[in-house]
DNA sequence: ATGACGATTTACT
DNA sequence: GTAAATCGTCATA
């Protein structure tokens, strides 16, 4: 029996709107191949679009363009990875056309491989016990920072190009046995209260109830 | 050179 | 619920 090799995400597929982009990644399947050979893997739960210079809660907000968010303004499906906060970093897909500083947060997934290698990038413990509430890995990628932290994403992936890397990348879910997702959902953009009128876009796109999801 | 703050997480009262 | 952790980035000078 043969299985079909899972179809890699092309940058045809990264070329459109934030939101649009958004909104198609959940579901599909965020992959990090480490390089010792790791393969680390987690379904895409969770999601924020950022619509560039005129969203006021973007890093491009008013065309602004420094060496950090440099990588906003390249090709659809080039890695945006920043680090806040003096100790996480968040990973973003860029989309749009080049030279548009639009791109999508990865806020959350559901983790699929790698799940024991994860726990030990997040400092947690190996096993929990089994039963009582809520499963042990709910805390694992459960946040933009987090999933960092598991995957191992750091500023290192900053500019990667997943339509060409073989470190980080995103498949279709075809051929994989997984548990159908949940309605998705639209909600405004976590942590960015400060940011007038363009705070309460429902920019944000989560499957609703799943035990992933950040908050 | 300096200061304010952040697309967060964690620990603690 | 509130606050600390912790430092790169950006605006101002």
């Not at 973003?92 to 030279?99: R, S, T």
């Not at 976590?190 to 908050?215: C, D, I, N, Q, T």
Request: glycine share 10%; net charge positive; aromatic share 8%.
């Amino acid at each position: 029996m043969r299985f079909a090799m899972p179809r890699r995400w092309t940058r045809d597929e990264f070329a459109r709107s934030s939101p649009r982009l958004a909104r198609a990644l959940i579901g599909h399947v965020l992959v990090r191949v480490l390089a010792d050979g790791t393969r680390l893997a987690g379904r895409i739960i969770e999601t924020e679009a950022y619509l560039g210079v005129r969203d006021r809660a973007a890093h491009s907000f008013g065309g602004l363009r420094t060496a950090r968010n440099e990588a906003m303004y390249a090709a659809p499906g080039i890695s945006y990875v920043y680090f806040t906060y003096g100790m996480h970093h968040c990973f973003n897909v860029v989309c749009g056309e080049v030279d548009e500083p639009v791109a999508v947060l990865i806020r959350a997934l559901e983790p699929t491989e790698g799940i024991e290698a994860m726990r030990r990038f997040r400092g947690l413990p190996r096993r929990r016990r089994e039963g009582s509430r809520g499963g042990g890995d709910t805390l694992l990628t459960s946040g933009p920072a987090r999933l960092c932290q598991a995957m191992r994403i750091d500023r290192r992936q900053n500019g990667v190009d997943l339509c060409r890397s073989s470190e980080l990348f995103v498949e279709h879910p075809g051929g994989l046995s997984l548990e159908p997702l949940g309605r998705v959902v639209r909600t405004p953009r976590v942590g960015v209260e400060r940011s007038g009128e363009w705070a309460l876009k429902p920019y944000r796109f989560v499957v609703e109830g799943h035990p992933h999801a950040s908050r």
